[in-house]
């Protein structure tokens, strides 16, 4: 019995030792922030083109297709940005005793600018197409902002401890722990409607519209990084 109270006393000892040896490492703790606002260069609009009936003609899909190809390489986008989506077949009446088979085909199309948006209005108003909608407004190096927003707040955070502990006569070590704290993007998920021209178009974040310009909300992207720095 007195050789087990001998070995559980040592055993505490030791590892009160131990503790009580350990020496802290002092900190800093900080959080850096970086905020950056882009220009979308990819706008993506859903459109319906119906085939019609006037006067005993009849207006195929394949017409009003390239009709809207050919205005649209007029203003800049060629006809590659204009995709279909999906094509349904429906009897409609066009007379008082006659029934056609009309089409619809679902496009989208992709504009490169909020400035070239308003020329594709005005080319919908002259097509009378009608039916439209803009589901989509982002950048093409959208991951490449991203990357460098999170090394500005990065080095915020670096700037920001180097400067504190300067006023203390300290300097900055190695880094211990870093974690992203806040990442968000602000990217047209939310739609306003405004009339433009007479016909009705959904329009994601217009900041303003006026009839010589369609003005989008910059894409803006917010990183925060926080960092425990060790202290020199």
Known sequence: MKVLQVIILVLCTSLSFSQSSKKDTPFIEVTGKAELEISPNEIYIDLLLKEKVKSGKKTSLDELENS???????????????????????????????????????????????????????????????????????????????????????????????????????????????????????????????????????ISKVKSYRKDVVQFENIKLISSIHVVFEIK
Do not use: C, M
């Open 68 to 202: 809207l190809k050919n205005e649209l390489e007029k203003i800049g986008v060629p006809k590659e940005n204009l995709f279909i989506s999906d094509i349904n077949s429906v009897i409609s009446k066009t007379g008082w005793w006659s029934q056609e088979v009309l089409s619809t085909g679902k496009y989208s199309l992709k504009v490169t600018s909020p400035k070239k948006l308003k020329k594709v209005f005005e080319i919908f108003e002259k097509l009378k197409i009608t039916d439209t909608n803009i589901i989509k407004a982002t950048h093409s190096e959208l991951t490449t902002f991203k990357k460098k927003n999170r090394i500005a707040a990065i080095k915020a955070a670096k700037e920001k401890a180097k400067y504190l502990l300067n006023a203390i006569d300290a300097g900055t070590g190695k880094p211990l722990k870093v974690y992203e704290t806040e990442h968000q993007l602000q990217d047209f998920a939310q739609l306003n409607h405004l009339n433009v021209n007479q016909s009705s178009y959904s």
